[in-house]
């Protein structure tokens, strides 16, 4: 089944302890992308990557590391947590120009900083 | 700077009506894609339509169509014989053609469905 893997689906961390959220898709799509969705606020870019190895800061990079050394994973790494990271995060992949088919979204990872 | 309004921070519609909700956006470009996703309580977006720009004709997907105006930047999308499965967070959105663009999302609407 092609799908967009995320883990964990829910997550509590304290301030200041470094969390990894995982990505992987099984579609062989270059394009991947990580999004933050808070309420009012829609969903916003915070990182994104064309191929291995070729990232790119969204609308929303700060506090945020990602990095693409193998074409199926896109980690997303809180080196640092704050509780103004508290939110609703989504990994994303997409076939052709980018994301101009729409993207396949991953399940969502719920992350509370306190 | 693209951006997507969705003015409806909520909408009901009684089942098996028909319910329309409303999209407009911003950008320079002359060529780009719209979309609607839905997310359910489940969390999950799921892709429900999508539109492009150079095409006059409207996009359709069973129950879904939309209503694109490319004049005055507008993209609502139609729900027919509205069912309870419906219910969920919709959200519209707006790509440029360019590769490794991003998708920029409105705020979303909340459609309820009463039986």
């Known amino acids: 089944e092609a799908q967009v893997t995320q883990n964990p689906r829910y997550l509590i961390t304290v301030t200041g302890k470094k969390l990894t959220v995982t990505c992987s898709q099984n579609m062989n799509h270059e394009y991947m992308s990580w999004y933050r969705q808070d309420p009012g606020l829609g969903l916003r870019q915070i990182y994104y990557?064309?191929?291995?190895?070729?990232?790119d800061k969204g609308d929303v990079p700060e506090g945020y590391k990602v990095s693409r050394k193998e074409k199926r994973n896109f980690p997303l790494i809180l080196e640092s947590p704050s509780p103004n990271q508290t939110s609703l995060y989504f990994c994303?992949?997409?076939?052709?120009?980018?994301?101009?088919?729409?993207?396949?979204f991953g399940s969502g990872t719920r992350l509370t900083v306190v | 700077a693209q951006t997507v309004t969705q003015s409806q921070p909520e909408m009901s519609v009684q089942e098996a009506e028909t319910v329309t909700l409303s999209c407009t956006y911003d950008?320079?470009?002359?060529?780009?894609?719209l979309f609607w996703y839905k997310q359910p309580p489940s969390r999950q977006m799921i892709l429900v339509i999508r539109q492009e720009a150079y095409k006059q004709q409207n996009a359709t997907e069973n129950r879904f169509s939309v209503n694109f105006q490319k004049a005055a930047k507008s993209f609502s999308l139609k729900i027919s014989d509205s069912q309870l499965g419906d219910a969920a967070m919709y959200f519209c959105?707006?790509?440029?053609?360019?590769?490794?663009?991003?998708?920029?999302f409105g705020a979303g609407t909340i459609l309820r469905v009463k039986s």
């Open positions: 950008t320079s470009e002359s060529d780009y894609y």
């Open positions: 990557s064309m191929n291995v190895e070729v990232t």
């Open positions: 959105a707006l790509t440029l053609m360019e590769y490794g663009n991003k998708l920029v």
């Open positions: 994303a992949s997409g076939v052709g120009a980018g994301a101009n088919y729409g993207y396949t």
